[in-house]
């Protein structure tokens, strides 16, 4: 399962929005719920609402459209938004000075874009409500660190913080609002070469190259072509594949999985920064870190998930959640020549329960876990469709 969360828009630096309300530093728990950085906030005095942390947005959005009423929003503009996905444009609304806070921390006048359909169906995907991105404005406001360990966020002036012990300082470039850094990338047994890349926390995925893709120049010479994810503005389709070496700073990891996007070069020319694509989160939870844009700096440490393997989902599944409190798993995409696919599973079925365990009672995270499990796992499935209940094995098919 893959998320790509991509807003293309401009806004000149700016000074910190946020401020530390009574300390020198914040200590905030998080969720992290299928690659996702979840955190509470307050908007106007109302929620608390879900909020993702996510380096690859500028302006904070609202997702759920239905915010604007309940938090008396005024003063708001419509705007066009362009992504890189293949669906059409669309408006949203920017509204001004809203009062955004988090525990400890005090956001007085804030703008927001509020999409007028929620168009990434973040709840869904999550399996919980979630009512938008918080992005630069955050990140532009103080050093943050993060530890996947524990699932803990401190956030204050760098100086305030404790940096991990023996982590590797690595530059930070931040342009037009988000933050960049230079990675060494190995395909096949091709030569070494130096990759400008998005760090990019509301990325789901570990890797993802965008200039590689045209007459399948450059793509590793096992490849798959599948549904990479999902942007503002519709599903993105390219190829999965593995590169050999990905190296940042002086980690090195192997055998990485890769999405390279059919990229629409209409929307390529909107691109104000030239890159190569984005780091996401799977290859970034595999550190704990600092992220500073005020002097430019990332930190990492290698953490305890440094050594998991990299495993793509087996299944050939896309999925969501939905019904009353989202505990009903719903089929939208089978990709062909997956396991899915060869026992007739279609869009618009139902998993009822896996391995006689209802899927009421397990969160959308064990599932995937379920499904990226082992190569040839035997997986029973309960399936509800054409008003009635089938049982069917699913046997999972590794294909990249």
Do not use: W
Request: glycine share 8%; net charge neutral; charged share 20%.
């Amino acid at each position: 399962m893959l998320l790509c969360l991509s807003f293309f828009t401009c806004f000149a630096q700016v000074p910190p929005a946020f401020k530390l309300t009574d300390s020198k530093r914040v200590n905030l728990p998080f969720s992290f719920v299928r690659n996702l950085i979840i955190v509470r906030v307050m908007v106007n005095n109302k929620g608390p609402f879900n909020f993702v942390l996510d380096t690859g947005v500028g302006l904070m959005i609202i997702t759920d459209p239905k915010l604007v009423d309940s938090l008396n929003i005024k003063n708001k503009r419509s705007i066009l938004v362009t992504g890189m996905g293949e669906g059409k444009d669309f408006e949203a609304y920017v509204a001004s000075a809203l009062k955004v806070d988090l525990a400890g921390i005090s956001g007085p006048s804030i703008s927001a874009a509020i999409l007028k359909k929620d168009e990434f169906g973040l709840s869904n995907y999550a399996g919980m409500p979630i009512h938008g991105l918080l992005g630069y404005d955050f990140f532009n406001s103080f050093a943050v660190k993060l530890d996947f360990n524990d699932t803990t966020m401190v956030v204050g002036k760098l100086k305030d913080l404790r940096i991990f012990r023996k982590s590797e300082k690595i530059p930070l470039l931040i342009e037009e609002n988000k933050p960049y850094v230079t990675t060494k990338i190995r395909i096949g047994n091709g030569a070494v070469k130096e990759n400008k890349l998005i760090l990019d926390l509301g990325a789901g995925h570990p890797l993802s190259l965008e200039n590689l893709v045209s007459q399948n120049n450059g793509l590793p010479s096992q490849f798959i072509h599948s549904h990479l994810g999902i942007s503002l503005t519709g599903p993105i389709t390219g190829y999965l594949s593995r590169v050999s070496e990905f190296e940042i700073g002086k980690y090195k990891l192997e055998n990485v999985i890769a999405s390279f996007p059919e990229f629409d070069t209409t929307k390529n020319n909107l691109l104000l920064v030239k890159r190569d694509g984005n780091v996401g989160m799977e290859i970034l939870k595999k550190f704990n870190s600092v992220i500073d844009y005020q002097s430019n700096s990332l930190y990492i440490k290698s953490n305890n998930h440094f050594d998991t393997p990299f495993e793509q989902d087996m299944s050939g599944l896309e999925y969501y959640s939905d019904g009353a409190g989202l505990k009903h798993i719903v089929i939208s995409n089978v990709e062909e020549g997956s396991a899915g696919a060869e026992i007739g599973l279609q869009i618009g079925d139902e998993i009822v329960s896996i391995n006689t365990r209802p899927v009421a009672e397990m969160s959308i995270g064990e599932i995937d876990k379920l499904f990226c499990s082992r190569n040839e796992r035997s997986i029973l499935l309960e399936i509800f469709h054409d008003n009635q209940y089938d049982k069917v094995v699913l046997i999972l098919k590794k294909r990249v």
